[in-house]
């Protein structure tokens, strides 16, 4: 499979700190992640962490890094 086959998903959440929802897009060629994405809203950085299983996303997380 290659990268080609995967498209990037897009995932909305609230943001932990100022509650603005927020929209970034995931890369399902990348089993599991984990980093820092600025809320484009109070700049405060949200931990990111996700899972994909066979395409599928099965776990999504965005929390204060508090």
Same mark, same amino acid.
Do not use: N, W
């Given at each position: 499979? !290659? ?24 890369? =399902?060629?990348? =089993?599991?992640?984990? /980093? /820092? ?11 990111? !962490? ?8 099965? /776990?999504?997380?965005? !929390? !204060?890094?508090?």
């Amino acid at each position: 499979m !290659s990268l080609m086959d995967f498209e990037l998903k897009e995932q909305k959440f609230r943001c932990p700190y100022c509650t603005a929802e927020i929209t970034v897009l995931l890369d =399902p060629s990348v =089993p599991e992640q984990l /980093y /820092y994405e600025d809320c484009e809203v109070c700049c405060h950085a949200v931990e990111i !962490s996700y899972a994909f299983s066979d395409g599928q996303l099965v /776990y999504f997380q965005a !929390s !204060s890094e508090e």
